[in-house]
C-alpha cells in the first residue's frame, strides 16, 4: 500500500508558478499510474492531469491548456506539477493519487484508490 505526500503549495501572484511534489512511500512506485487532482471550496473534485507508470503518457484537463506539466521520477518515488501562469481560479487544494489498477491514465478520480492529504495552492488577484 502507497502513501502518498504532497508538498509545495502556497500564496503566489496571478501570473505566478508553483512546482507541487508529492513523495510515496511503501510501495513500488512505478507499478502506480499517478493524478493530479484540486478542490475549490463548495466545488467537486476535479481532474488536472495524470501520468502513466513509465511517464511516457500524460493527460490533462482541458483548463490547462499548456500551463502544467507533470513529470515522475521513478527512482526518487516523486512526481510533480509545474504550474504556469496561474490564475485567481487555480486556487483549491490539489491532491495527489495513485492507483495500480488503471491502464495508462484516467480523468475519473473515483478509480483511483489512493491519496494524499493535499496541499493549498492560493492565488491572489
Known amino acids: 500500500q502507497v502513501q502518498l505526500v504532497e508538498s509545495g503549495g502556497g500564496l503566489v501572484q496571478a501570473g505566478g508558478s508553483l512546482r507541487l511534489s508529492c513523495a510515496a512511500s511503501?510501495?513500488?512506485?512505478?507499478?502506480?499510474?499517478m493524478g493530479w487532482f484540486r478542490q475549490a471550496p463548495g466545488k467537486e473534485r476535479e481532474f488536472v492531469g495524470c501520468?502513466?507508470?513509465?511517464?511516457?503518457?500524460?493527460s490533462y484537463a482541458d483548463f490547462v491548456k499548456g500551463r502544467f506539466t507533470i513529470s515522475r521520477d521513478n527512482a526518487k518515488n516523486t512526481v510533480d506539477l509545474q504550474m504556469k501562469s496561474l490564475k485567481p481560479e487555480d486556487t483549491a487544494v490539489y491532491y495527489c493519487?495513485?492507483?495500480?489498477?488503471?491502464?495508462?491514465?484516467?480523468?475519473?478520480?473515483?478509480?483511483?484508490?489512493?491519496w494524499g492529504q493535499g496541499t493549498q495552492v492560493t492565488v491572489s488577484s
Open positions: 511503501g510501495g513500488t512506485f512505478s507499478s502506480y499510474v
Open positions: 501520468i502513466s507508470r513509465s511517464g511516457a503518457i500524460t
Open positions: 493519487a495513485a492507483d495500480r489498477s488503471i491502464s495508462y491514465a484516467s480523468r475519473d478520480y473515483s478509480e483511483y484508490d489512493y
